[in-house]
């Protein structure tokens, strides 16, 4: 099966900066991928020139096996974008925008439209400059969907929403999207919502891509362990695949990614009185990936009154 | 398509009725602002629609509404998501952009051609001004909706492309080009071809913009092109505008002249001019003078005003004087504006000047009352007769006009209606008429002159004939006979200079007779004034600049065309040529130096930017040779046009590489991959299908 998104050797710099790094990647049909990483990573430039809207320095992306730089509107039908600002004409009501929105698609299903913004409280009659942010990102995500896209590309749909709103968006994505030949590419800040919908994650970490991998295995790879002492601890060891430590007065909490056995043995070696690996959940998992690296210390007695 | 239209529509009528409204009252402000008690018109002022303050409109209003449209439909689209937004539908981009400019021309239409098309029926519709209409006199208007549109698409060139300011700056200079050349061209075909020419050259660089807007190489060469035409006419926009402001700042260039002039007792003076200051006075053989009326702080009060009555008498030689044309911006292209008279009512003639036919408006009653042809006065239902071409119509007073050929004279009383034959003393033909003043304690005093065969006829005030004055000179060949009148009416100054049809050079070289002659035709003094010597005018900084900057290419070509004008028989273009190869070549030779020397100096910097920046392919030599063809301009085009990589510092030999190129110009060496931090967390997929088949 011929892969929906395909991203080879991609570089983007604006002016002489760049942003994003020999990225590849490959997105089958069918899966939901996270598209993961801090502010200015290179999420949404990567999106935008996945989309056409951008070209690339170096390297080719791929919609659909067509160049990026020339989708064709056939290819563009397939595609639904969600941009994070969640644009709406001021002036036009929920109903117009509808119209003006399924005049450019062939195929549309108004079933979805309106059953999308019932489901934010939306009447067709509401001016779309008067509707709240939630209310905005409901709109669009109707407008985004209406048309069925196959390929649905959601940048941040869930920025600035409250708990409730955003519950709402990922709801409806979920409902509608419920077919198996529909494929996903979001990004999003919100680990809970990625946990909860993507198959797999992507992250991105200084405009280069560290992990691709299912949420499980990038759960599973990226591991804590408690290292207790009767004093102060020793400074943390070169480790491969060390991620960040903890030190405080009697403990080492080390954050490893793709620990081995070899690893553990040398952590042993450090002789702690305790030696405990942590279970983490996804967000702990990503802040611990893409959060400062190397040794934090935190202590309460001076070590040299010790 | 529809949706698009509407949704542009929507958003931009609100603006384009706004325009209505504003363009539409300073248009009716330009027509009907006067500062007179009633509306009466003046050759200077222009009339209706050719009125300065509607023109003002025009000129600008146009032009500043359509970049004001123009930016207003793309500029609050460009906010990242709102654009993205916009794109990402299922149309090309080319047809967004086709959307965006049919509803943006109808808006402008709507916003600027509406109240344009008011104002001409305003105009065109009898009893609203006392003038009449025809349709030439809403050419400049059109001429500047046209400019206007240059503008509508001069604000996408400038939004739509992600390049510097300079690069959007252009664009704009490209319109303000297309003003200045629509403003100063004599013809309105002219005007309207390179405002559409600019317009869509506009329309073409931004079509292909709008799908491209970050890379040239990407885009077809046609819009390619279109934006070098208009970087090109965008830099000789700043051309202009330095040269505007090297004229204004720069320093003055000396230029000194010398040449005769007359007292008002007829004595003949050689005055020295300094940058049109006289700086000197003496008598016609160069000595000083000792009268104080005459120093140079008083002459210019003191001299008479002498006027052409003839250009030759006799054989022309086939010398014909050319034809001065006025441009399609000014009323006399169209209709001759009369003057005003009171009685028996405030009325105010107009001729239509090709129809040679004149109309009489009363301007209370603003409706025509009578018309003046080759039939004489007629009422104004009467199908017009034109008169013939050698029917010379001029002003003697506001309300006589009179109309004279070679072998007649008529004077036409306006407010009598009128038209009397006027007695001619000597043998036709009849070459030329002019008027002669002078003013006197009692007031001013006024003659008119006819050149006859052998000699001047004049004529007072009441049109009696008062003198007959036979030639005394060689008319033959001093036939360009120039007249004055002291101020006691009893004294003509007559000056016998070489006919029109001698060779410039050689008239130079002759010398002009001064006599003055009593009513009886007697000659009281004669005076041979010999040839004044020509000093060489000190060229300024900016015509040096200008000369010494210009393209080659234009140089070369407009030497060609004047080649083969000559091979195909123009007198005129061989004449052109002959003088700039021949009787300037000193001239011709210093300024081929310079222009090839700069522009060869130019082309070098150009290759050597365009090597050290790794252009691709032929593009260096291809810039290399415009630069030397285009000289300064063709500098700044490769300058701001050249789709120049970003450089950064190669990690193997620390030179500056092109990042968007796979291996380093210098040292061969590709790109680094990211390093390994030990922390990557990547379970690949099965390799695609299609990339494995690219790769």
Same mark, same amino acid.
């Given at each position: 099966?011929?892969?929906?998104?395909?991203?080879?050797?991609?570089?983007?710099?604006?002016?002489?900066?760049? /942003?994003?790094?020999?990225?590849?990647?490959?997105?089958?049909?069918?899966?939901?991928?996270?598209?993961?990483?801090?502010?200015?990573?290179?999420?949404?430039?990567?999106?935008?020139?996945?989309?056409?809207?951008?070209?690339?320095?170096?390297?080719?992306?791929?919609?659909?096996?067509?160049?990026?730089?020339?989708?064709?509107?056939?290819?563009?039908?397939? /595609?639904?974008?969600?941009?994070?600002?969640?644009?709406?004409?001021?002036?036009?009501?929920?109903?117009?925008?509808?119209?003006?929105?399924?005049?450019?698609?062939?195929?549309?299903?108004?079933?979805?439209?309106?059953?999308?913004?019932?489901?934010?409280?939306?009447?067709?009659?509401?001016?779309?400059?008067?509707?709240?942010?939630?209310?905005?990102?409901?709109?669009?995500?109707?407008?985004?969907?209406?048309?069925?896209?196959?390929?649905?590309?959601?940048?941040?749909?869930?920025?600035?929403?409250?708990?409730?709103?955003?519950?709402?968006?990922?709801?409806?994505?979920?409902?509608?999207?419920?077919?198996?030949?529909?494929? /996903?590419?979001?990004?999003?800040?919100? $680990?809970?919502?990625?946990?909860?919908?993507?198959?797999?994650?992507?992250?991105?970490?200084?405009?280069?891509?560290?992990?691709?991998?299912?949420?499980?295995?990038?759960?599973?790879?990226?591991?804590?362990? /408690?290292?207790?002492?009767?004093?102060?601890?020793?400074?943390?060891?070169?480790?491969?695949?060390?991620?960040?430590?903890?030190?405080?007065?009697?403990?080492?909490?080390?954050?490893?990614?793709?620990?081995?056995?070899?690893?553990?043995?040398? $952590?042993?070696?450090?002789?702690?009185?305790?030696?405990?690996?942590?279970?983490?959940?996804?967000?702990?998992?990503?802040?611990?990936?893409?959060?400062?690296?190397?040794?934090?210390?935190?202590?309460?007695?001076?070590?040299?009154?010790? | 398509?529809?949706?698009?239209?509407?949704?542009?529509?929507?958003?931009?009528?609100?603006?384009?009725?706004?325009?209505?409204?504003?363009?539409?009252?300073?248009?009716?402000?330009?027509?009907?602002?006067?500062?007179?008690?009633?509306?009466?018109?003046?050759?200077?002022?222009?009339?209706?629609?050719?009125?300065?303050?509607?023109?003002?409109?025009?000129?600008?209003?146009?032009?500043?509404?359509?970049?004001?449209?123009?930016?207003?439909?793309?500029?609050?689209?460009?906010?990242?998501?709102?654009?993205?937004?916009?794109?990402?539908?299922?149309?090309?981009?080319?047809?967004?952009?086709?959307?965006?400019?049919?509803?943006?021309?109808?808006?402008?239409?709507?916003?600027?051609?509406?109240?344009?098309?008011?104002?001409?029926?305003?105009?065109?519709?009898?009893?609203?001004?006392?003038?009449?209409?025809?349709?030439?006199?809403?050419?400049?208007?059109?001429?500047?909706?046209?400019?206007?549109?240059?503008?509508?698409?001069?604000?996408?060139?400038?939004?739509?492309?992600?390049?510097?300011?300079?690069?959007?700056?252009?664009?704009?200079?490209?319109?303000?080009?297309?003003?200045?050349?629509?403003?100063?061209?004599?013809?309105?075909?002219?005007?309207?071809?390179?405002?559409?020419?600019?317009?869509?050259?506009?329309?073409?660089?931004?079509?292909?913009?709008?799908?491209?807007?970050?890379?040239?190489?990407?885009?077809?060469?046609?819009?390619?092109?279109?934006?070098?035409?208009?970087?090109?006419?965008?830099?000789?926009?700043?051309?202009?505008?330095?040269?505007?402001?090297?004229?204004?700042?720069?320093?003055?260039?000396?230029?000194?002249?010398?040449?005769?002039?007359?007292?008002?007792?007829?004595?003949?003076?050689?005055?020295?001019?300094?940058?049109?200051?006289?700086?000197?006075?003496?008598?016609?053989?160069?000595?000083?003078?000792?009268?104080?009326?005459?120093?140079?702080?008083?002459? !210019?009060?003191?001299?008479?005003?002498?006027?052409?009555?003839?250009?030759?008498?006799?054989?022309?030689?086939?010398?014909?004087?050319?034809?001065?044309?006025?441009?399609?911006?000014?009323?006399?292209?169209?209709?001759?504006?009369?003057?005003?008279?009171?009685?028996?009512?405030?009325?105010?003639?107009?001729?239509?000047?090709?129809?040679?036919?004149?109309?009489?408006?009363?301007?209370?009653?603003?409706?025509?009352?009578?018309?003046?042809?080759?039939?004489?006065?007629?009422?104004?239902?009467?199908?017009?007769?034109?008169?013939?071409?050698?029917?010379?119509?001029?002003?003697?007073?506001?309300?006589?006009?009179?109309?004279?050929?070679?072998?007649?004279?008529?004077?036409?009383?306006?407010?009598?209606?009128?038209?009397?034959?006027?007695?001619?003393?000597?043998?036709?033909?009849?070459?030329?008429?002019?008027?002669?003043?002078?003013?006197?304690?009692?007031?001013?005093?006024?003659?008119?002159?006819?050149?006859?065969?052998?000699?001047?006829?004049?004529?007072?005030?009441?049109?009696?004939?008062?003198?007959?004055?036979?030639?005394?000179?060689?008319?033959?060949?001093?036939?360009?006979?120039?007249?004055?009148?002291?101020?006691?009416?009893?004294?003509?100054?007559?000056?016998?200079?070489?006919?029109?049809?001698?060779?410039?050079?050689?008239?130079?070289?002759?010398?002009?007779?001064?006599?003055?002659?009593?009513?009886?035709?007697?000659?009281?003094?004669?005076?041979?004034?010999?040839?004044?010597?020509?000093?060489?005018?000190?060229?300024?900084?900016?015509?040096?600049?200008?000369?010494?900057?210009?393209?080659?290419?234009?140089?070369?070509?407009?030497?060609?065309?004047?080649?083969?004008?000559?091979?195909?028989?123009?007198?005129?273009?061989?004449?052109?040529?002959?003088?700039?190869?021949?009787?300037?070549?000193?001239?011709?030779?210093?300024?081929?130096?310079?222009?090839?020397?700069?522009?060869?100096?130019?082309?070098?910097?150009?290759?050597?930017?365009?090597?050290?920046?790794?252009?691709?392919?032929?593009?260096?030599?291809?810039?290399?040779?415009?630069?030397?063809?285009?000289?300064?301009?063709?500098?700044?085009?490769?300058?701001?046009?050249?789709?120049?990589?970003?450089?950064?510092?190669?990690?193997?030999?620390?030179?500056? !590489?092109?990042?968007?190129?796979?291996?380093?110009?210098?040292?061969?060496?590709?790109?680094?991959?990211?390093?390994?931090?030990?922390?990557?967390?990547?379970?690949?997929?099965?390799?695609?299908?299609?990339?494995?088949?690219?790769?």
């Amino acid at each position: 099966m011929n892969p929906v998104i395909e991203i080879k050797g991609l570089t983007k710099y604006y002016g002489t900066k760049e /942003i994003v790094r020999d990225l590849s990647l490959t997105v089958p049909p069918g899966m939901i991928y996270g598209f993961l990483g801090r502010n200015g990573t290179g999420k949404t430039t990567t999106i935008r020139v996945l989309l056409g809207f951008e070209e690339p320095t170096r390297g080719e992306t791929r919609v659909f096996g067509e160049d990026s730089r020339r989708l064709s509107p056939a290819t563009r039908a397939r /595609i639904g974008y969600l941009p994070e600002g969640h644009h709406v004409y001021g002036w036009m009501t929920v109903a117009e925008c509808g119209r003006f929105q399924a005049s450019f698609f062939k195929s549309w299903n108004q079933e979805i439209f309106d059953a999308v913004i019932t489901h934010f409280r939306l009447t067709k009659s509401m001016k779309a400059g008067h509707l709240s942010r939630g209310q905005c990102a409901g709109l669009c995500l109707a407008m985004t969907l209406a048309p069925e896209p196959e390929l649905l590309v959601l940048d941040d749909p869930a920025l600035g929403l409250d708990p409730v709103a955003r519950r709402s968006l990922l709801q409806s994505m979920l409902y509608v999207t419920r077919r198996p030949e529909r494929t /996903i590419l979001f990004s999003s800040h919100l $680990l809970s919502d990625v946990e909860r919908v993507a198959d797999r994650i992507v992250v991105m970490d200084g405009g280069v891509l560290r992990a691709d991998c299912t949420v499980d295995q990038f759960r599973s790879s990226v591991r804590q362990y /408690i290292l207790k002492f009767r004093g102060l601890p020793p400074p943390t060891p070169e480790l491969p695949g060390l991620l960040e430590s903890f030190r405080t007065d009697d403990q080492l909490a080390i954050t490893l990614a793709n620990p081995t056995a070899d690893t553990e043995a040398l $952590l042993a070696a450090l002789n702690p009185v305790s030696l405990e690996p942590v279970e983490m959940s996804l967000e702990d998992a990503f802040v611990s990936y893409v959060g400062e690296r190397g040794e934090k210390t935190f202590f309460i007695r001076e070590p040299d009154k010790k | 398509m529809r949706a698009l239209l509407w949704k542009e529509f929507r958003e931009n009528l609100k603006w384009a009725l706004l325009g209505a409204l504003a363009l539409g009252g300073a248009l009716c402000y330009g027509l009907y602002q006067t500062s007179y008690g009633e509306m009466t018109f003046s050759s200077y002022e222009g009339i209706t629609l050719l009125r300065k303050q509607f023109l003002l409109v025009t000129t600008f209003g146009f032009p500043a509404f359509g970049l004001f449209l123009g930016l207003v439909q793309v500029l609050p689209e460009l906010k990242r998501d709102r654009w993205a937004a916009l794109l990402h539908r299922p149309v090309s981009h080319e047809m967004i952009f086709l959307g965006k400019i049919l509803a943006g021309v109808i808006l402008y239409g709507i916003a600027a051609l509406f109240p344009f098309a008011m104002a001409v029926w305003l105009v065109a519709t009898p009893g609203n001004f006392a003038a009449p209409f025809v349709p030439g006199l809403m050419l400049p208007g059109l001429a500047d909706l046209l400019v206007g549109l240059v503008y509508y698409f001069a604000a996408f060139a400038m939004t739509l492309q992600r390049r510097g300011w300079a690069e959007r700056c252009l664009p704009l200079l490209a319109a303000l080009y297309v003003s200045y050349f629509v403003l100063g061209t004599s013809l309105f075909r002219v005007a309207a071809e390179s405002a559409l020419a600019m317009a869509l050259a506009l329309g073409v660089a931004s079509w292909g913009i709008i799908g491209k807007p970050e890379s040239l190489a990407e885009r077809s060469l046609l819009t390619r092109f279109a934006l070098v035409a208009v970087m090109f006419y965008g830099v000789c926009g700043l051309g202009e505008f330095g040269k505007s402001l090297l004229e204004a700042v720069g320093p003055e260039p000396r230029r000194q002249s010398v040449q005769y002039e007359i007292s008002k007792d007829g004595v003949p003076l050689r005055l020295t001019y300094l940058n049109s200051v006289v700086t000197d006075v003496t008598d016609a053989q160069g000595r000083p003078l000792d009268d104080p009326k005459l120093s140079k702080e008083r002459i !210019r009060n003191e001299t008479s005003y002498l006027n052409t009555v003839s250009s030759y008498i006799g054989d022309s030689h086939g010398w014909k004087p050319r034809e001065w044309k006025a441009s399609y911006r000014q009323t006399e292209l169209y209709l001759s504006v009369g003057n005003v008279y009171q009685f028996p009512q405030n009325e105010q003639w107009f001729g239509f000047v090709p129809e040679r036919s004149w109309i009489c408006y009363v301007s209370s009653q603003k409706k025509p009352v009578s018309r003046l042809d080759a039939g004489g006065f007629q009422p104004v239902s009467a199908a017009p007769v034109a008169f013939s071409r050698e029917d010379n119509i001029e002003g003697l007073r506001s309300d006589c006009y009179v109309i004279w050929n070679q072998t007649s004279v008529r004077l036409a009383y306006l407010a009598k209606r009128k038209i009397v034959d006027l007695p001619l003393p000597g043998p036709l033909p009849i070459y030329g008429l002019a008027g002669a003043y002078a003013q006197s304690p009692q007031g001013p005093v006024r003659v008119t002159v006819f050149a006859l065969k052998d000699g001047l006829a004049v004529y007072d005030d009441s049109e009696n004939l008062i003198a007959f004055v036979p030639y005394t000179r060689d008319v033959s060949k001093w036939g360009r006979i120039e007249v004055g009148v002291n101020s006691g009416r009893d004294r003509l100054f007559l000056w016998y200079n070489p006919s029109s049809w001698i060779d410039q050079n050689e008239a130079k070289t002759m010398p002009t007779f001064l006599e003055v002659v009593d009513l009886k035709g007697q000659v009281l003094t004669s005076t041979t004034l010999d040839p004044l010597p020509a000093f060489p005018w000190e060229r300024s900084l900016t015509q040096m600049l200008t000369q010494r900057l210009q393209s080659p290419a234009l140089f070369f070509g407009e030497m060609g065309y004047r080649k083969v004008g000559a091979i195909m028989g123009s007198t005129r273009l061989e004449n052109a040529l002959k003088f700039q190869l021949v009787h300037s070549w000193p001239q011709t030779r210093e300024l081929l130096i310079w222009m090839l020397g700069l522009s060869l100096c130019f082309a070098g910097v150009a290759y050597f930017q365009a090597r050290r920046a790794h252009l691709v392919g032929g593009r260096v030599m291809a810039w290399t040779l415009f630069v030397f063809a285009f000289n300064l301009a063709g500098f700044l085009v490769f300058r701001l046009a050249a789709d120049w990589p970003r450089q950064t510092a190669c990690a193997q030999c620390r030179k500056p !590489r092109p990042i968007d190129r796979g291996l380093c110009p210098s040292c061969g060496k590709g790109w680094e991959t990211p390093d390994p931090t030990g922390t990557e967390i990547i379970s690949p997929l099965p390799a695609p299908a299609s990339l494995a088949q690219t790769t």
